[in-house]
């Protein structure tokens, strides 16, 4: 999830997920409606009329296939293998606010074959950015992540990841890994407000931690935002990737979070099971 600041407190807020062609858990998401809520604070601020969240249409010319390969082009994928981009956008006007404003979308749950997370089949997803007050005085808008990323990675073999991003106001970035949020439960999967901020972090299983997401070695440049990975198993993992942009005074302005969820780790020959992938391009990274 992503804004850019218009001028006059007005931004376009956009929301980008990633999926499975295929996926049963989440063959709803392309072709309906997503709802949002804004917070100030830890307070539901929008409420337009008499509800607490706000709708972000779909329209199927903002649906589109992407191609899957890896990024070292190690393995041509079998053509059931099928990713789709789905992109929401909205123009929000939201006035100052010393607190700052919290925006959220919440799903759930997870592919439960997720070795790296703890009941990864009962945990959700919040795709969120936050307009911080000095973002709101200067007018600055998010980070927005230039590439799309494939699901896939090859096995034992070093796979590099475009995961940079481009600064609309010209400030720094870095990059860095960080653990997704929880966000909805299986009793709720689609709830059209989500939980009030500060928003909780994935539980990982033991051995792993957002800096090690994977099984084998992974890193990110700080600077650039290439990733080098090279996984030293055939399966699902869950990858967040931050990014902050600086202004020349060194001050937090804004930041997005793109989660790959999930890669799915192939080697030369073999072709694993289906996986979901789910990105967003808000809040710490695209």
Do not use: W
């Amino acid at each position: 999830m992503t804004y850019e600041a218009l001028g006059n407190n007005v931004y376009t807020l956009t929301l980008t997920i990633f999926r499975d062609c295929e996926s049963a858990m989440f063959t709803p998401i392309p072709n309906q409606d997503v709802k949002i809520t804004v917070f100030n604070g830890d307070t539901i601020y929008y409420t337009a009329p008499s509800q607490s969240s706000i709708t972000m249409n779909y329209y199927p010319h903002n649906s589109t296939e992407l191609p899957v390969n890896p990024s070292n082009g190690c393995l041509i994928p079998p053509l059931t293998v099928c990713m789709e981009k789905v992109v929401y956008e909205t123009n929000l006007h939201l006035p100052y606010d010393s607190l700052g404003y919290h925006i959220a979308y919440q799903r759930c749950c997870r592919d439960p074959s997720l070795p790296t997370l703890n009941n990864p089949d009962l945990t959700g997803i919040t795709l969120s950015t936050f307009i911080s007050e000095k973002a709101q005085q200067v007018g600055n808008s998010s980070p927005i992540f230039n590439e799309n990323f494939s699901p896939i990675m090859c096995a034992n073999e070093l796979n590099i990841i475009d995961a940079s991003a481009t600064d609309l106001n010209g400030d720094s970035l870095v990059y860095t890994f960080c653990a997704p949020f929880l966000g909805a439960s299986p009793f709720f999967p689609k709830p059209d407000t989500a939980s009030h901020p500060p928003f909780q972090e994935v539980a990982y299983s033991n051995g792993f931690s957002a800096t090690q997401p994977i099984m084998g070695n992974i890193s990110i440049n700080s600077q650039t935002g290439l990733i080098h990975a090279t996984p030293n198993a055939i399966r699902e993992f869950i990858i967040g990737i931050c990014t902050a942009s600086r202004s020349k005074t060194k001050a937090f302005i804004a930041a997005s979070q793109a989660i790959k969820n999930v890669f799915k780790h192939f080697n030369h020959q073999t072709v694993g099971q289906r996986t979901i992938l789910i990105g967003h391009i808000l809040l710490f990274f695209k």
